[in-house]
């Protein structure tokens, strides 16, 4: 598996194609009267389709209430979001499960694999959830990409933790979403195996056309992207793309954000 650091010669600028994720005014607070907490003070800001954007910033910035809110795991207390087209505020419980269903990946810091299942299984897990039967040489070229058909027939609990991100990854990309959603994916690796879930991250939207939303504390991690945006106190403070895109650069801003 070829993982090699990005270049940082070759920058790749971020496409201007249809927006995967469309936030204006977000605006959240975690619970009512004198316990609400802020998290998000307004946040505006296109993901175009078919990109990799790092979401960064200090503990508490937001991160997460972002990416849980552009994904329709959390309602906003305000703005709106539209996801693949869709304008969320619109949809019911059900119409917003059947989206991220169809339409979306997750991947999580900790894998949320299914103990009981074999890696196959838990790879082929969307598409029985959606009533789909597996295509079998689609599902081993699935996990041919992600380097497990050898490991296709153990239990996540056998495999290492970068081999069970790689499930996990193979399980989100398995319905050909068109977005994938990443709350730390690396945050449990170490550097080698974190850089092969990146690799793979960034094939996903160069080969597939995939867009890659990434919640991150590395900046390692976050320059494997097209675009890194960086939160402070729930507000978007910052954005880096192009020739900024170098883990240095990354390193450098967040530093400046925390002293
Ligand atoms: N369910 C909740 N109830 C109350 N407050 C919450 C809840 N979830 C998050 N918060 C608060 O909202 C703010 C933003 O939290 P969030 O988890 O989005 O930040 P983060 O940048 O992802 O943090 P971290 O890097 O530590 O994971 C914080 O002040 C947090 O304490």
Redesign the pocket.
Known sequence: MNTTQPSHTVHRQVPTRNPAVDLRSLHKA??TGR?A???LHGINHTIPSGSFTAVM????????????CAAGLERPSSGSVTLAGQELAGLSERQLTLLRRDRIGFVFQDFHLVPALTVAANVALPLRLAGRRPDPRRLEELLADVGLLDKRHRRPAELSGGQQQRAALARALVTHPEVVFAD?PTGALDRASGREVLNLLRKAVDDRGTTVVM?T?DPQAAAWADEVLV?AD?RLVDRLTGTEITAETIAARMAALEV
């Open positions: 975690h619970g316990q907490v802020t998290a910033g200090p503990s508490g910035s937001g991160k997460s209430t972002l990416l849980h730390e919640v504390h939160l729930g």
